[in-house]
């Protein structure tokens, strides 16, 4: 009885609460506040010198935690500088540096680093090698020392360079069963041609060619002092950087004449169409690609909103086109890649094989649309509030700030570039944009590369060109 009286309680206090919500008035909608202001990002305090070698040495003194951050930037040392026949080598010579010097071995390096409360580690992009390093403030001298030890005295002990070699191996087999690797590897070299930026993807006979000897004579021509920036941010004062650079990296000299510069890559490519075969593959990998711009160029700014705005992110229009209204894919991109001697405009989707054609219609349309049609001023607020929040979040870090000034300075950027870029984004205009989008999107100019099946996806193909079918 007690139980069914406080079950019938339970059943009228719920009901009562339920109608008085019923009865009580919605309350009024309430707009959301407006959005604040948009912040540069501080532009940061450089001090600047010049060591004696050509070393240049950027201290940027920052409060906060008690760490400091090293990168050293090595420019032409990159996948640019690589032999025509040793593609993707400077990938494998970075991934070795720390593997080994002539005062220690992989492990020891691995744990001196992590004694000094930090690590050390290297990765090479078309136009340089980047080394990088980070401990406690206390141990910023012996970190330096680390570092400048596995930058410039690497040993490619060839235990380690069988084994860095027998993992790349690995690496590309699962690399070639990706379709996208296959189309991005074929786009490049329609991009660019014989440039040494469309040889960049290693291959079998590539990895095998390397050896220890042939990576010591690479480093001892390719890292030099001269063609080097040394970036140290955090907690410590410009005497004592510029005093632990020059004890680590002062005797540092170059041998040899240094590697002709990186050439201009062109800005024009006759289009091409291709299919790369993919027996029975129930899916399309498309890519579309067009000669860019070097990084240097005035169109930078202006291009990077626009590829922003055109596929750069959820809310861009290629993919709001193809996932969100046509349901094509689950991700579509589009956009600028931008290097010190030149750059690439590039596009793409995975999509099921009955709406290949469809897809590459709706990305051709967006191309159109970019250049011939002013991007309402709403859309061009949102997207600038994007790419500045993004790389100011993005910047936020010491480490990050290190890491950007020297891939700035890799590519030709000033070192002011960094407090600037927000301030330019804010200023591009709807003009501007669709030059952009008429300059570097024109669908005439797109060379088109598809990975599927030819038997499945070649009639739809038809109207965008005459496709050539390539197995491999």
């Known amino acids: 009885m007690k139980k069914l009286m406080l079950a019938m309680s339970i059943s009228l206090l719920f009901s009562g609460a339920a109608h008085a919500a019923a009865a009580a008035p919605a309350p009024a909608a309430n707009k959301l506040p407006p959005y604040g202001k948009d912040k540069p990002i501080p532009a940061p305090k450089i ?42 080598f400077a990938n494998l010579m970075a991934g070795l540096l720390n593997e080994g010097s002539t005062k220690r071995d992989s492990r020891a390096i691995a744990e001196t680093a992590q004694g000094l409360g930090g690590e050390v580690g290297a990765g090479a992009s078309h136009d340089g090698v980047v080394v990088s390093a980070n401990a406690l403030t206390s ?46 590897r074929t786009l490049n070299k329609a991009v660019f041609g014989d440039h040494p930026y469309g040889n960049t993807s290693p291959s079998v006979e590539s990895i095998s060619a390397v050896t220890p000897e042939l990576l010591r004579a690479e480093h001892a021509k390719r890292f030099r002092p001269d063609r080097s920036l040394l970036v140290i941010t955090g907690r410590i004062d410009e005497a004592e950087a510029i005093k632990l650079a020059t004890a680590a990296f002062g ?34 990998t498309m890519r579309l690609g067009s000669p860019g711009m070097a990084a ?30 046509k349901g094509y894919t689950y991700g579509a991109s589009a956009g600028a890649r931008i290097f010190r001697n030149g750059g690439s405009i590039v596009g793409g989707a995975d999509v099921r094989n009955e709406v290949t054609g469809d897809a590459l219609k709706e990305y051709l ?37 290190a890491r950007t000034l020297a891939g700035n300075w890799l590519i030709g950027l000033p070192p002011e570039f960094l407090g600037q870029y927000v301030p330019l984004i804010q200023k591009v205009t709807p003009e501007q944009v669709r030059e952009m989008g008429k300059k570097y999107f024109a669908p005439e100019l797109q060379s088109v590369v598809v990975v599927g099946d030819n038997a499945a996806v070649a009639e739809q193909l038809k109207k965008y060109g005459e496709f050539t079918v390539q197995q491999k």
Do not use: C
Not at 303 to 310: E, F, G, N, Y
């Open 365 to 401: 349309h967006e191309y159109k649309r970019i250049g011939t049609e002013l991007v309402p001023e709403a859309e061009m607020s949102m997207n600038k509030r994007y790419v500045a929040g993004g790389y100011l979040i993005s910047n936020q870090m010491q480490a990050a700030v």
């Open 47 to 88: 001090i600047k010198k010049t060591l004696a070698n050509g070393l240049q040495v950027w201290v940027v003194p920052r409060q906060g935690l008690p760490r400091v951050d090293y990168v050293l930037a090595v420019r032409g040392a990159g996948l640019a500088a690589d032999e025509r026949k040793l593609p993707g």
């Open 251 to 284: 005797d540092w000299k170059a041998e040899g004449a240094a590697l002709p510069d990186t050439p201009g890559a062109s800005l024009a490519a006759k289009p091409v169409r291709i299919i790369l075969q993919r027996d029975g593959s129930v899916q399309s």
């Open 296 to 325: 240097s160029a005035s169109d930078f700014v202006p291009l990077r909103l626009t590829s922003t705005i055109l596929g750069g992110g959820f809310s861009s229009r290629v993919n709001l086109n193809l996932r969100e209204e």
């Open 139 to 184: 141990n910023a001298g012996p970190m330096l020392q680390l570092l400048a030890e596995v930058a410039r005295m690497p040993a490619f002990p060839p235990q380690e360079v069988e084994l860095g070699k027998g993992n790349a191996l690995e690496g590309l087999k699962v690399s070639e069963t990706s379709p996208g690797f296959r189309a991005e």
